[in-house]
């Protein structure tokens, strides 16, 4: 079972991460189960949601309480929430960053996906672009399926884009 | 057949789309939304060639659907919270006039305080409306039943009509893979619906829901039920159909590890698939123990749950709703029906997470004999 944890900010597309996600690992062949954290969202407000993805069809309801990838899509957050709450020692943290320079207790990847996206796609919109990263550097889900659900999900040339940013990401990863 | 990952709001609007609905009357809450935004997109691309009746609250929302129940087509509609209080009068309307539609309850606590998250509050407050309820696991069997539920209203030997009770947020909102059935194969499982009774048609004028004087009155009651009692034998039978067409085997309640379980769970909806874990984890240590779930509450399957329980030392029953003063729903007509010891557990309400370490306490208080009949689980401590 592998547990994966997003925060964001209402808007900014954390829960179509855990989604999409989700949605690619089950074209790998595998279990999967995304939902948000059940609050009422607003543009802008912490939001949190989460990816359970396994071998064995997924039985538990409750919410992830120790999961074993934190990706933070908003840096700004770090100052809001404790986005290293309830991590594990192997635990692995992906920081959407230019200047974070690590907690100090643990190790963080740190990606520009912001960098990308105003290049790529001239929004700071990064939840498809961090995924990418993310399927690199842990080899969790695939980059093809990635890549068809992005399309799957954003049709025509949105998910064009979306999809190139993510695979810049997967590359740099 | 396809099988794709989505919420179980929108297994529940496939199932309609397959279900063939003429009439669907619907009014938006949280979080019930998706599925009436679903079904209105599914009736404006044409996927479903029913009437979306845009209405102005909730009570115009069912009692539209029971007009058009009444006119003998199927109907759908679906709700949640307030606004299934707020359809309250019309649910008993609805069952008296013997309309056989179904409703989709997203299930969500009550107000006050106000709260738009899980538990089990709303449509346990209906339980005596002479509605079927079926409570389900998953997103699976959210679109399951829905299809089912309509082949058992719509049994002469029923009329009655059907909520389809899934969890608010813990299944409306999360995704997981869904296997969607053809069409064909739906078609005939559950061909169009033919009234053979009371139905409103200009050609043979009937009243329905008329004035009774107490010369009638009390064996249109009696009728329902006799109705409700039917419902449990063809409930079964069509789970029985359901598995031989689709493969997926449902009954009025299942057994999980109860042969030689000494402490059973009892439950119903999402919770089930988080205690099936802690069943296997309590197992794995020795332990023997079991869960029973009740997806059949109305009609109340006494046999069924005394086949599951009769070996077993004691009951715990995990309520996410609560009677004030009493306890919980389910955990009273455990009480009232069966003949064991029986133990009640409050927790869940309102949206409280349901962690494996209450689940873990429910047992062990269980096990070493609660203090009280009724056990609140979770509560915080000032």
Redesign the interface.
Known sequence: MIEIRFHGRGGQGSVTAA?IL??AA?KDGK??????F?G?ERRGAPVMAFTRIDDEP??????V?NPDYVLVLDEGLLNVVDVFSGIKDNTEVIINTKTFEGSGDHEVHKIDATGIALDMLGRNIVNTIILGYFAKKTGVVSIDSLLEVIKETFPGKIGELNAEATKKAYDMG | MVKEVMTSNKAVAEAVRLAKPQVIPVYPITPQTTISEYLAQYVADEKIDAKYVKVESEHSAISAAVGASGAGVRVFTATSSQGLMLMHEILYAAAGMRTPFVLADANRAISAPLNIWNDQQDSIAQKDAGWLQIYVEDAQEALDTTLMAYKVSENPDILLPSMVCLDGFILTHTVEPVEIPDQEIVDEFLPPYVPEHAYLDPKDPMSIGNFADPEYYMEARHDMDVAMNNALDVIQKTCDEFAEKFGRKYGLVEGYKTDDAEIIYVAMGSLCSSIRVIVDELRAKGEKVGLLKIRSYRPFPVDAINEIVKDCSKIAVVDKNFAIGMGGALYGDMKLKIDKEIYGFITGLGGRDITPEALNEIYEITKNGPENDVTWIGLKEE
């Open positions: 989604e989700a949605k089950f279990s999967v189960q995304a939902f948000p059940f009422v997924i039985k538990m309801r409750y919410q309480y």
